[in-house]
């Protein structure tokens, strides 16, 4: 099974309204691992942010899965905007993730503009080329693609990645699963 993945990050220190506590990473990778396993996932495809994304790539690799991943900014940038922002020291493992998948021509970078990451475009366009991925890894291996949210299962506003992401695999017909992070 091919799997795309989307998920909220690790909340803030100064989070008010938890979605992802960090006290719940080990929690949430155990899920994943589960799941992981149960399906017998051949392959992932999801970006590289702190908290649901790293910790599947974490699972993948540690399984053997092929692991792809998707950033909207170059991995410099999306690296301050996105993994070492938040509390749980992800650097190294992010650094790790990137550089296997570069090596293996796995890492595919939008090149988002500023004014796409500020808007929030570059992250809806981070998650549709995250399911045409997946998809297209699917066709090629004929296996079955599903798509896995990581979250808390309440959409924030109107501008929450993690639900356009959903909405847009079951736009496309993919079945989705959904993970609790607390």
Do not use: H
């Amino acid at each position: 099974m091919i799997i795309a993945l989307a998920g909220r990050r690790i909340d803030a220190a100064d989070e008010t309204e938890p979605r992802f506590p960090l006290a719940n990473r080990a929690a949430v990778q155990a899920r994943i691992r589960d799941r992981f396993v149960t399906l017998n996932v051949s392959a992932l495809v999801s970006s590289a942010a702190c908290g649901a994304d790293l910790l599947a790539q974490a699972v993948a690799r540690e399984l053997g899965g092929r692991t792809v991943v998707v950033l909207p900014i170059a991995s410099t940038a999306f690296r301050i905007r996105s993994v070492t922002d938040r509390p749980g020291a992800w650097g190294a493992l992010f650094d790790t993730v990137i550089a296997d998948a570069q090596q293996r021509g796995d890492l595919y970078v939008l090149n988002s503009s500023d004014k796409e990451v500020a808007s929030g475009a570059a992250y809806a366009q981070t998650n549709d080329a995250i399911l045409d991925r997946a998809l297209a890894l699917g066709a090629s291996a004929t296996e079955m693609v599903r798509a896995i949210t990581v979250w808390d299962g309440r959409q924030r506003r109107n501008d929450d990645m993690t639900a356009q992401f959903r909405e847009s695999a079951i736009g496309r017909g993919i079945e989705v699963e959904d993970l609790a992070t607390r």
